[in-house]
């Protein structure tokens, strides 16, 4: 089972909230949290369960329904299509927003719709940020 959350600063009931690095991604924590609440619930309800793992989409979440590619527009993605076009089927861009049925994804400057029903794979291209080790 996979576990999301908002922003903090979005309110629930906004379609294009996104992770930030102001503190929206899953911790070890909110994983136990949720782990510990399932097991309350499923011992009560009487539901026999071998294993349950809870964590989160990760980094380089997969993006599948429009409203994922809304959420995340501004960041940089990897879409990968089923039929080519233009010879071309891997595309890496910045999502910009949801037309209808399409996807509008900037790849080299230039904005480029793609069909949402012509897609393979699709997920975030991840952000490491380093940190600098002082010398002295």
Same mark, same amino acid.
């Given at each position: =089972? ?5 922003? @903090?600063? /979005?309110?629930? !009931? ?8 102001? +503190?929206?991604? %899953?911790?070890?924590?909110? /994983?136990?949290?949720? !782990?510990r609440q399932? $097991? #309350?619930v499923?011992?009560?309800?009487? %539901?026999?369960?071998? #294993?349950? @793992? *809870?964590?989160?989409? &990760? ?13 995340f527009? &501004? ?11 233009? &010879? #071309?089927?891997?595309?890496? &861009? *910045?999502?910009?927003? *949801?037309?209808? @049925?399409?996807i ?7 904005? %480029?719709?793609l ?9 975030? *291209?991840?952000?490491?940020? =380093? $940190?600098?080790?002082?010398? +002295?």
């Amino acid at each position: =089972m996979f576990i999301d959350k908002l922003d @903090e600063h /979005c309110s629930s !009931t906004q379609p294009d909230a996104r992770l930030s690095d102001s +503190g929206a991604s %899953i911790t070890l924590a909110d /994983c136990e949290a949720v !782990t510990r609440q399932l $097991q #309350r619930v499923l011992e009560v309800e009487r %539901i026999d369960y071998d #294993r349950l @793992e *809870v964590s989160s989409p &990760g980094l380089d979440r997969k993006l599948r329904k429009p409203a994922d590619f809304v959420r995340f527009s &501004g960041q940089e993605a990897e879409v990968q299509l089923r039929v080519p076009i233009n &010879g #071309r089927r891997r595309f890496v &861009g *910045v999502l910009h927003q *949801v037309i209808g @049925e399409q996807i509008e994804i900037e790849v080299d400057g230039a904005p %480029i719709l793609l069909a949402l029903a012509n897609l393979d794979k699709a997920r975030l *291209v991840p952000k490491y940020h =380093m $940190q600098r080790r002082r010398s +002295g």
